[in-house]
């Protein structure tokens, strides 16, 4: 069951047009970011409390996801990255399937492997950590089976 609550899209445009899309679509348009794939990330917000959903890198390996809090390499992290600091559960869309999963951030060789299928999708997550002085995270999502 996707994430509860009301659902408050992005004040930026670009990324509520894109989820506006690749819902609309189940996920046939707008399921590219720059030439990579994408999915879409809901996260509870962390001060609101309104569902958030924002198009990031599709990154996959045997059913769980990464996603890497890189803001193009900004000196701050994304929104959502403090969103699952706060609250593990996200649900994410892949195409038409809507799935609920466990979030958690990873360090040492499980983030090196991780990152290493990312910089498959998307090469620049490297010249993105090199922009910044802050240490990127990576979040593996991994999906909760229902009892």
Known sequence: MPLLGDYEPSPWEPI???VALYESSGGT???TLE???CIILWTTGRKS?????TP????ESNGSYAVIASMGGSPTAPVWSHNIDADSLVSLQDGA???DYSARK????????????????????????????R???????????SA
């Open 16 to 18: 509520s047009d894109q």
């Open 29 to 31: 348009e707008g399921d």
């Open 97 to 99: 399937e809507l799935r």
């Open 135 to 145: 240490v990127i995270p990576l979040f593996v999502l991994d999906p909760i089976t």
């Open 106 to 133: 990873v360090e040492g060789q499980e983030k090196a492997d991780w990152w290493a299928i990312a910089m498959k999708v998307w090469p620049h997550f490297d010249s993105y950590q090199e922009a910044t002085t």
């Open 56 to 59: 990031l890198i599709r990154a």
């Open 49 to 53: 409390g309104k569902v958030r959903k």
């Open 35 to 37: 030439g990579a794939p």
